[in-house]
């Protein structure tokens, strides 16, 4: 059982449009992270929120972390062919502080 | 500003053979530690993890071991390869912050074992 569940799993658009990959768990969070990874690279820090019902905004990239830090999401506005990647939610929960990631939404947008 | 480096980029290995990956972290000091272990893009195993020289957790049984002889010095080892160790290698740092640990990952290394 993954403690932290991503959906889609897998995402194909046209560029232009908008989407919303969504990070959920039954366990509370201190904070989770957002990383993209293209392929045949690590993965990248994009966000890290930490207070409950936080929005922070990366350029076309909203992040919100729930009210009860449960769950989180990341919209991408007007998606181009360079935000195609893994997006992958991670966060470390209960007495560790050893982060837990999900496995990841791959997303590829079309020219 | 802080770097993380990895090497090889790519190895390609006989079963039965040894490995060693290295990993190296500048611009920091005394930071966690982490060896992930990557299948087909997806999902990030973790495999060891260490808070300080000498110091480490494995999470997984298995045919790897992993080192901590410096600061800032990681180093993940098998002595006989195995046709399942192939993957992607995943070395990261992280900021040991009590509950906001966030982790810095290097760029990866291909291991295709034969």
């Known amino acids: 059982t993954q403690l932290l569940e991503q959906s889609p799993q897998f995402l194909s658009i046209q560029e232009g449009e908008n989407l919303t990959v969504y990070c959920n768990s039954s366990?509370?969070?201190?904070?989770l992270q957002w990383y993209r990874q293209e392929p045949g690279e690590g993965p990248v820090l994009l966000v890290t929120?930490?207070?409950?019902?936080e929005v922070k905004k990366l350029k076309r990239l909203t992040f919100q972390f729930g009210d009860a830090r449960k769950d989180s999401s990341l919209h991408i506005t007007a998606a181009q062919p360079g935000d195609t990647g893994l997006y992958l939610c991670?966060?470390?929960?209960?007495?560790?502080?050893?982060?837990?990631f999900g496995r990841g939404t791959s997303l590829i947008v079309h020219p | 500003s802080q770097t993380i480096h990895q090497w090889p980029a790519t190895l390609v290995q006989p079963v039965g053979s040894p490995l060693s990956l290295e990993c190296t972290v500048e611009?920091?000091?005394?930071?966690?530690l982490y060896w992930y272990r990557q299948a087909a893009g997806r999902g990030l195993q973790l495999l060891f993890y260490?808070?300080?020289?000498?110091?480490i957790s494995s999470e997984v049984p298995q045919n790897l071991s992993a080192s901590r002889p410096q600061d800032r010095q990681f180093i993940l080892s098998s002595k006989k390869l195995l046709l399942s160790d192939s993957g992607f290698y995943l070395c990261?740092?992280?900021?040991?912050?009590?509950?906001?640990?966030?982790?810095?990952f290097g760029p990866g290394t291909r291991l295709l074992v034969l």
């Open positions: 990261a740092w992280g900021t040991g912050l009590a509950g906001k640990e966030t982790q810095y």
């Open positions: 366990s509370v969070f201190s904070s």
């Open positions: 929120v930490v207070t409950g019902g």
């Open positions: 991670a966060g470390p929960s209960g007495g560790s502080y050893i982060p837990t």
């Open positions: 611009g920091t000091s005394n930071p966690n």
């Open positions: 260490s808070v300080g020289i000498g110091q």
